[in-house]
């Protein structure tokens, strides 16, 4: 039985289990809460993830500076990250403007007649300014140490430039570097192999707790948000893939679903890096030397399914509290959402709070959040899978424009 099959078959039968317990209210029996909902599936689940994530800074410094380093002197790198972050902020805005326009049609939330706030602090998140001055690092260590991925990712550059410019003096170091690199993917493989388990437990755990009951009158803002995800998960993508690439989308997706299974059931792009770069490089023929660069960067900065959740719930909010928005708010929306998703960091649930930048910036209540809380550890596992697809859909057009896509691989 292949991987993939495991890992489906994982997910179905914790899903399963968890909605078993939920159902029948088995979590009243301290038994089953504290050896297996709280006991075994936490546990098992949480070393899971701790396990993916432990990948991610080596996997980035190493193969991102290695990558950077053994590309030919005549390459302008310059031009490569401006094509990938200009790729990455367009899906965006179109993914919020998407969003946008699904709501603005079917209008969730209008007749909750809102007035009255609810009983519910919004977290406050960093200011835009804040978050432009947090790119820059000013201690390596600490930037890795705290897990804080674009100053890694700036360090790993700025380390891999400058070893590009004295690799023909210093080569011992790049050939070392570059095989710490084979060494750390080697470990995701081996890691990736008690996928099925790990994601069993987290499926278990999760619907153990929160069941699908959650949804009820959300309903309509829930399937609104996923009917977006999907356009443009699987509309908008295959469009640009197969425009740019000539790739055919079905095979293109065929590889991917391992890297769709592992965000879906982690919430969290940052953890499901190492499966992304591992799959566009080794199964869809992304050029390593391209893919430790916009791979790490759209884990960090690409979030378009976050921005379409955040542009329908915006517009649920405004309905909700009967705030009418102008042009000039949506467009507000628009930009922000951009900037949000940028300053949202790969984990679950970060969406929401960056949400609360968005909500301020047009002088919707923050608290309206609370109205959707509920629903969004359901979401966060779809609007994940969407970023780490456009992810991968952007870093293969890039390789491709970059002469780095070996078709072969993936016919
Ligand atoms: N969980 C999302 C991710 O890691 C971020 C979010 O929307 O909260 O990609």
Redesign the pocket.
Known sequence: MSLTLKIIMGMILGFLTGLFINIFSLTDYDFINNYFVGGLFDIVGLVFISSLKLMVVPLVFFSLSTGVASFDKDKKLSLIAIKTISLYLLTTAVAISLGLLAAIIFSPGAGLNLTTSVEYIAPSPPGIKSVIIDIFPTNPIAAMAEGKMLQIIIFSIFFGVALRTIKDKNSDLLKIMENVTNVVMKMVFMLINIAPLGVFCLMANLFAIQGVGVIGNLMQYFLLVVFVLIIHGFIIYPFLLYSFTRIRPLSFYSKLRPVMLF?FST??????MPVTLKTVTQDIGVNPKIASFTVPLG?TIN?D??AI?QGVATIFIANAYNIDLTTIDYLMVILTATMASIG???????????LAMVLSQVGLPTEGIALILGVDRLL?MI??VV??TGDSTVSTIVAYSEDALDKKIIN
Do not use: K, Y
């Open positions: 965000a919430s969290s792009s940052n953890a499901t884990a979030m399914g976050t959740m949202t960091a790969g984990v679950p649930g970060v969406g929401l709070i960056m966060d609007r994940t970023n780490v």
